[in-house]
């Protein structure tokens, strides 16, 4: 995706994409399907060993990136995770692994964060709440002060990994405004119910907290201070997730154009034809722009930029929207055999599809957008 690769990060893009390919090729994708969790600890702990859940971790906490810019090589494995649609808790470990790195204790962090970068242990994000866009503003699930802990109510959904994870990391509205929580998957009060969806290997879970009591100590930077944090969460979440969708839409359109190329008709090959040349110019032109706005928001991200939160969210807005129509293009020049389960077409369309409607869709980012020049 990036032109601007150093050595480095050609050789951890490269490593990726070959470890994914001998351990998860597709055959292997779809037989996770039966895999309550979707995916193998083993084989998380090894994805971690090669630097999937340390880039956005600073060094004095044990992390370290290979560039110096964390969030963009981590946008290449998501790339290299999106063109193979592969399992793994990528974007929730992540997430909580940065914000932990950057707001949490010594104490918090010396806990959770060495078994997240050794692949251990999983964390999942507990931000998106069922009906309601994903903003600070408004949060239903409470925190209310009790003696000295805090009480949760509330509900929590989609929450990615939700069933799988060892850690949770809660974003609640408390007593002094936004406050985020970090507590363990088997605290009394959880009830985490797994959700069918359309992706076959990640998995999504609701998670209700009814009276959940934890200690002072499992605040997470300080308490009401958190919607800079959670700002950075939901902009590190939409990098990736645009950074997957591109991944899965450049292999989608690759093995169409090849397919054009191998499929005769009227004893010339499809891709001769003039109509199909114009229709895979015009979705070559996408690919590439969802490419370039996915990169400007990834560097916008990971400089800190005053407007990386608006252009994110255009990022969102036009790569959530016009790559999984690309892929619905892609089946139809695939005719019969690109709806049937065989081909694998449908494991990617799952994905990007999944992607779209989660953290947000192109039509919430729209609106953010629109909120964000106002001011």
Not at 148 to 158: A, N
Not at 272 to 280: E, G, N, P, V
């Amino acid at each position: 995706m990036d032109l601007e690769l150093t050595s480095d990060q050609e050789l951890l893009r490269d490593t990726t994409r070959k470890f994914l390919q001998t351990t998860v090729p597709l055959t292997e994708v779809r037989a996770l399907t039966a895999n309550p969790a979707g995916f193998d600890r083993g084989w998380w702990s090894t994805g971690a060993e090669l630097g999937w859940t340390s880039l956005l971790v600073a060094e004095s906490r044990g992390g370290g990136s290979v560039s110096g810019a964390g969030l963009r090589d981590l946008a290449l494995i998501a790339e290299e995770m999106g063109a193979l649609v592969s399992p793994g808790p990528l974007i929730p470990t992540n997430v909580v692994a940065q914000t932990l790195s950057r707001d949490a204790s010594d104490e918090l962090a010396g806990l959770v964060l060495p078994g997240l970068l050794s692949g251990d242990s999983v964390a999942a994000w507990c931000a998106a709440e069922p009906g309601r866009p994903l903003t600070p503003d408004g949060m239903t699930l409470r925190a209310r002060l009790d003696g000295d802990e805090f009480v949760l109510d509330g509900v929590k959904s989609p929450v990615e990994a939700g069933d799988e994870a060892d850690w949770l990391l809660v974003t609640a509205t408390g007593p002094d405004g936004l406050t985020q929580f970090l507590l363990p998957s088997s605290a009394p009060g959880l009830a985490i119910t797994p959700l069918r969806g359309l992706d076959l290997v990640r998995r999504n879970a609701e998670i209700r907290f009814t009276d959940v009591r934890v200690p002072a100590s499992a605040v997470v930077g300080g308490s009401g201070g958190a919607s800079a944090s959670f700002e950075r969460q939901i902009q590190t979440a939409l990098v990736l997730q645009c950074a997957e969708i591109v991944g899965a839409t450049d292999r989608v359109f690759d093995f169409t154009v090849q397919y054009a190329f191998d499929r005769s008709s009227f004893g010339r090959a499809l891709a001769s034809y003039q109509a199909l040349k114009h229709r895979f110019a015009d979705m070559k032109l996408w690919i590439e722009s969802a490419q370039a706005i996915t990169v400007d928001a990834t560097r916008a991200v990971q400089a800190d930029s005053p407007d990386a939160a608006e252009i994110v969210r255009i990022a969102k807005a036009y790569v959530a929207e016009r790559c999984p129509e690309l892929i619905q293009d892609c089946i139809q020049l695939h005719g019969g055999i690109g709806v049937t389960w065989e081909h694998n077409l449908h494991l990617y369309l799952r994905r990007v599809v999944l992607h779209r409607e989660t953290y947000g869709d192109p039509i919430q980012a729209r609106d953010q957008v629109a909120i964000l020049a106002g001011k």
